[in-house]
């Protein structure tokens, strides 16, 4: 069966003051209407009912994603005690399936990502489940072709072509490959080899395969690791399972899933995403999918604008910004603080709030 | 005797949205410490009492006023029912200390100008107040030495160097003339030659003479004006005055002092003020008044910055403004408005002021 594990342990600094250690960026709403980890699960529509859906998280965020996404019953929302990266997240969730269902198919998603359509995506998700299907210890992977030479992401080099068979009920697959290699978030002249090659993509974060191949990967490469997750997800379910989480989870070593389990994995498929994505990792990213004024301000919230172009003002409901001869400016006002950054200097929001962190102004974090 | 008139009608819109409608510059704590109008009384120290000092300001100002000054009594602030420029104000101040001290010498005070020291002031006053003395029927104002060619200022030209007599108990005088013209607001090249022809001086709204002196020159040139405002003055102090003030003053004709008054006054004296004078005008004004951090930065308020320079901030007290790559940039929080602005383009401050006119966005007037 299809299973859904939905990461969103993450910080979010990048959108600091809208978002904080209590609220971060996968519990905004960012983009309207709904926050981005409610988005995350209404966009598995029918593929996977919400009881076969496991949210990783920290502790602090338990609760205010419980609050978030009442139709989930609350059991399935784990929150770590500490930060271990994502092997044990990944091998947690996949030891707790697979306990109740050996043969579960696992889809592994980011709770902070803007993706569309949700028909394309879960046409997309299906492609791979039946790849799965198809040779079982196989892993499945998105590639986003790349419109840049980004450094910020992941690649994933592609090799030979994969002609998966036709399924039943599924439309025709869409561009698949073998994967070459997994590749760091590269800098500069790499980065613009990988673009300009045409065998890049960007990796998506977004996996599926079955829990069982996870739980052998690292049975085999992190017999510790997998020593630990064994026995908390053995836990899941008594009441002994938060003092096991706890005691267990920060005994392990922290690990990515990158190296302890996808750089040793022979069968590695990758999909062209059908989709459009976005990791909206910045204000920028996040004002490339929003409509812009004609003056090309994206504005969310009241804003009064005088000769300003080019900005990204957020505001609460009746707070007014008013802006006045400003030029890619982005000004971000929250009740207790406010942020005010050439767009160009984006990237040292995160110093803002190392900044506040040695200050010890940590009401503001 | 002495007595103060403070002029504190002023709207104040360029210091929105610190200043509002119903709280204007005046009544703002700009330079830290006191609200301007509370230095403005301060700062005349022991010349004239409280009881002594008239405070002329708008209806919607005098509970606000009165609360800021408690030392005042509260039938000294009157709160004129429409704008009529500055003459009809003047014109009943005067009348109104003339029905009780008819030798009465008046101070003409703006309630949001920043002058240091309290000392030098006082001083420049009690020299005015002797050249008053002196001649009864002459009129002494205090003219700034301009430090570059400012178009946002009135200008005096002075003539021949008058030559006062010395008075028991005050410093010999300091540099003063008789005046040969008052000059409006001089654009560009005018604006230059007055600044480098080294005889013109700002116009510092602040003036010493006697009461009878300006009731004789409004009987003689604006006998209309002045019948209306003999009528309220006769009804200060009863109960009839507020629907007297209301009902005259709305009839009474609108026209500056310069225009009613000064221009057809032979002998009218100029004292270069020995005091350091600035009518803080703008952000950039008022930065000038306090002091700068190491990247030029004016700070009021919990501020972090990054690579900011030039910048001006100003928020509440626990609300923290973080600037991240920005120069000369003007932030001013307060709970319910934002302005950033380029500090070149400072002067349009008004223009958002009149947009929330138009959009009908009264709230935050």
Same mark, same amino acid.
């Given at each position: ?154 690649? *994933?080099?592609? &090799? ?6 036709? !399924?039943? #009920?599924? @439309?025709?697959? $869409?561009? %698949? ?46 017999? *510790?690791?997998? &020593? ?6 053995? !836990?899941? #379910?008594? @009441?002994?399972? $938060?003092? %096991? ?59 009064? #604008? ?60």
């Amino acid at each position: 069966m299809l299973h859904a594990v939905i990461m969103a342990g993450g910080a979010g600094t990048r959108f600091w003051p809208a978002s904080r250690t209590a609220r971060p960026k996968q519990l905004l709403d960012l983009v309207g209407g709904r926050t981005m980890i409610q988005a995350t699960v209404d966009r598995l529509g029918d593929l996977v009912p919400a009881e076969r859906i496991l949210v990783v998280t920290n502790q602090q965020l338990v609760a205010p994603i419980a609050e978030q996404l009442p139709g989930l019953p609350v059991e399935n929302i784990l929150g770590e005690p500490c930060k271990r990266d994502t092997a044990p997240c990944v091998g947690l969730a996949a030891g707790i399936l697979a306990r109740h269902d050996p043969a579960a198919t696992m889809i592994v998603l980011p709770a902070d990502h803007v993706i569309t359509t949700d028909e394309q995506f879960q046409e997309a998700i299906r492609q791979a489940a039946n790849l799965v299907d198809d040779r079982p210890g196989r892993i499945v992977t998105f590639g986003i072709r790349p419109t840049y030479a980004a450094e910020g992401f992941g690649y *994933i080099e592609r &090799g030979d072509k994969l002609t998966p068979p036709p !399924a039943a #009920g599924v @439309s025709p697959p $869409a561009d %698949t490959y073998h994967v070459k290699k997994f590749r760091e978030k590269p800098k500069g002249a790499t980065a613009k080899e990988f673009f300009e090659s045409g065998r890049f993509y960007w990796n998506s974060g977004i996996f599926v395969w079955r829990a069982s191949t996870i739980l052998t990967a690292l049975d085999t490469h992190e017999p *510790i690791m997998a &020593g630990h997750l064994q026995v908390i997800a053995k !836990a899941f #379910g008594t @009441s002994d399972f $938060a003092s %096991t989480f706890t005691r267990e989870f920060t005994a392990l070593p922290g690990k990515s899933i990158d190296y302890a389990v996808m750089e040793h994995h022979s069968d590695v498929a990758v999909i062209e995403a059908p989709f459009r994505w976005d990791d909206v990792g910045s204000w920028q990213a996040l004002a490339r999918s929003l409509p812009s004024d004609e003056d090309g301000n994206t504005i969310i919230g009241r804003h009064l #604008g005088i000769r300003s172009t080019g900005c990204i003002v957020r505001t609460d409901q009746q707070h007014l910004v008013a802006t006045l001869g400003l030029r890619d400016t982005i000004v971000v006002h929250t009740p207790d603080a406010t942020l005010v950054a050439n767009k160009h200097d984006e990237e040292a929001v995160r110093q803002v709030v190392e900044m506040l962190v040695q200050r010890g102004w940590t009401e503001y974090l």
